[in-house]
């Protein structure tokens, strides 16, 4: 029997799916969700949620003691190209509500704690292809600087108090079923549906700009069984390089065109390029593989297939 997960930010991209899927496996009033504001009507009617502000310690405990919460994903944060323009909020957002749950763990409150970091920890000196797991990190953005932050900070609680916390570093993440919430690989979603909708898309992005990307399927997967994976087994408590795909503009609009042949691109790079010149174009995940077993399933032409299919 599985004691009760909380969610805390249910209602972003990933949140929305995660919740919906550990409901499935473990059962609906199993799993808390939170936000900060209400989500959509399936997150919703499914099961428990709770209105919580990620920075508020007192709130957040409130809720652990009252469903007696085991354990906490905290997939609330600022993205990339949000917390560019709110540098202080983002910092504030992303470090504070991950502090408040490692706190929460070293007081023996909960027992487990996923809390995601991403490809941003990179930086313009970190080696672009086959990123590896260790490696130099001088990120140039503000959410990478809190990400790489909260990563030597998971890894601190974990050697210091024997935090059970874990994580993977997310590359860009592509969904049918909800928005993206201000990234610099949001193309990647909303170039799908633009294609159905207008048979064509300008995108913020050069056309050669290759990314590492993943379809959500994958990443939810991943995380469940990152949770799921026996504590001996997980020997990076920083984060986890995970990779799929890596691809340009110029490479999703090719595989959309296989089934939208008419489908034309344009490029008006804005200030997201330079945050995605920043990043690596391709991850090695070689650790992952190895301590947890993890495999991606989806390439780029499955995840065009994917998209298409079910925007329609």
Avoid at 1 to 30: D, F, S, V, W
Wanted: some cysteine.
């Amino acid at each position: 029997m599985h004691r009760p997960i909380l969610i805390i930010g249910a209602c972003g991209q990933i949140g929305t799916e995660l919740t919906m899927e550990l409901r499935e496996r473990y059962g609906n009033e199993k799993v808390i969700a939170s936000d900060i504001r209400e989500g959509g009507d399936t997150l919703m009617g499914s099961g428990p949620f709770e209105l919580l502000d990620a920075t508020n310690y007192a709130a957040i405990e409130d809720v652990v003691m009252h469903y007696e919460i085991d354990e906490i994903y905290l997939m609330a944060a600022m993205l990339s190209a949000t917390a560019e323009k709110f540098p202080m909020r983002a910092w504030n957002l992303n470090m504070n509500s991950l502090f408040n749950v490692l706190n929460l763990a070293k007081e023996s409150k909960i027992s487990k704690i996923f809390w995601p970091s991403s490809i941003a920890v990179f930086g313009p000196n970190t080696p672009k292809e086959d990123t590896p797991q260790n490696t130099i990190m001088e990120p140039s953005t503000v959410y990478g600087i809190s990400k790489q932050s909260g990563e030597r900070w998971c890894e601190y609680y974990f050697k210091k108090y024997g935090v059970d916390v874990r994580s993977v570093r997310y590359p860009g993440l592509i969904s049918w079923k909800t928005m993206p919430g201000g990234g610099t690989t949001d193309y990647a979603v909303e170039i799908y549906h633009e294609a159905l909708q207008k048979g064509q898309y300008e995108c913020f992005l050069d056309k050669g700009t290759k990314l590492p990307m993943m379809y959500m399927d994958d990443a939810i997967r991943a995380t469940i069984d990152l949770m799921e994976s026996p504590s001996e087994k997980i020997k990076v408590r920083s984060s986890y390089n995970l990779a799929s795909m890596s691809f340009t503009p110029e490479e999703i609009a090719e595989s959309i065109q296989k089934h939208i042949p008419d489908f034309t691109i344009s490029y008006a790079p804005d200030f997201r390029q330079q945050i995605a010149d920043s990043w690596p174009s391709s991850i090695d995940d070689s650790a992952a593989k190895e301590q947890w077993g993890w495999e991606p399933k989806f390439n780029l032409d499955q995840t065009t297939l994917e998209m298409l299919n079910n925007l329609k």
